[in-house]
């Protein structure tokens, strides 16, 4: 996969930015990972092969090589401390939305309403980590991220099938198909395309994620899921084996025409 369109930044950062992104494709990359790799020991940032344990730990966590917050599979130096600017990759995007959340907590003590969202934060750690970076926590939301090109593990699979499978994986471990039921209702959206994926912003102010139109239609997909249901776009449902789930054509804002999708249910609903 190449990568494309680095960094929308000037001078000397542009420089760097475009020679961060550039060293995973170039014959530098796979002079960094031999050296990396031969410091012990396992786990690895998969990236670069920056070891986060044994004596490479020791030597390499100082200088930035260490888990990164977003994923515990890459380092921080690969991410959050990259120079601002990045590349057009294709990507994946997941967002996660609790339902009726407002409503639920009105008047509800702040610290148990905090507890209820380290719980949710929990049950999206769990669902989608290794794999998924996670962009963002906003509120009662989540956002990930599925980046196939700096991680080359999924073997034979395809990103849509894992996004599917995390997003159903997230809505069981809250409780969705359980005796219990969930403790939270939430909804996911889904899609697939090409984003621009980097540090974005400028001097003290950015942050590693991505923007551009498959991120607006994942969060778009994502308000038209009912809780307990995942809807996916007709490029995520492309890269999944058998039927994708039901199709509908939802009107999404700031959309000039309707866009396919499918919804797909939690165990034991119907979807809408």
Known sequence: MSVAGVGSVNGPDRGRAEEVWRLHETR???IMTRLW?????SPRCTMCAAPFAGAGRVLLRPL?????RKNPNLCVTCV??????????????LFADLRGFTARTEGT???EVSALLRRFYRCAEDALFPDAIIDKLIGDEVMALYLPYLD???GTRTVQELMVEHAQALLEAVGYGSEEGPFVEVGVGLDFGEAFVGNIGDRALYDFTAVGDVVNTAARLQAQAAGGEVVISARVAAGVDGSPGVPV??????RSAP???FRLASPGRDPM
């Open 259 to 261: 866009v396919d999708a």
């Open 28 to 30: 530098g990359k796979r």
């Open 109 to 111: 003590a702040p610290r």
């Open 37 to 41: 790799s031969a410091l012990p020991a």
């Open 80 to 93: 959050e401390a990259s120079p601002p600017g990045g590349a057009t990759l294709q990507t994946g995007v």
């Open 152 to 154: 080359g593990r999924l």
């Open 64 to 68: 930035g090589y260490r888990p990164s």
């Open 249 to 254: 054509s939802l009107e999404l804002k700031g």
